[in-house]
Nanobody, 117 residues
């Protein structure tokens, strides 16, 4: 069973930065897509950013230009660099990994990000 372990969350002031890490227990080459999702209190989980096996990336409109997803294949780790943070970015951030064939989806346990003055 693949494990995904997130780290790097915390409390930051508006305008600040954080870098989240997602360490996988297996080679991240196994996954077709890896991504970050977030869930704020009382809201549904939403997609933040994805990175493909070929390193192609995609972002939610709300984070474009502020967040950057990247991967380090040697460390089996995916990162989310978050800049210019806003209070509305406050949420639990989850790492996600997908294998298309056979279809399998893995989730991390989540890391809390709080943006507040």
């Amino acid at each position: 069973q693949v494990q995904l372990v997130e780290s790097g969350g915390g409390l930051v002031q508006p305008g600040g930065s954080l870098r989240l890490s997602c360490a996988a227990s297996a080679s991240i080459f196994e996954f077709n897509v890896m991504g970050w999702y977030r869930q704020a209190p009382g809201k549904e989980r939403e997609l933040v950013a994805t990175i493909m096996r070929n390193s192609g990336t995609d972002y939610a409109d709300s984070v474009k230009g502020r967040f950057t997803i990247s991967r380090d294949n040697a460390k089996n780790t995916v990162y989310l660099q978050m800049n210019s943070l806003k209070p509305e970015d406050t949420a639990v951030y989850y790492c996600n990994a997908v294998i298309v064939v056979p279809s399998r989806v893995f989730w991390g346990q989540g890391t809390q990000v709080t943006v507040s003055s």
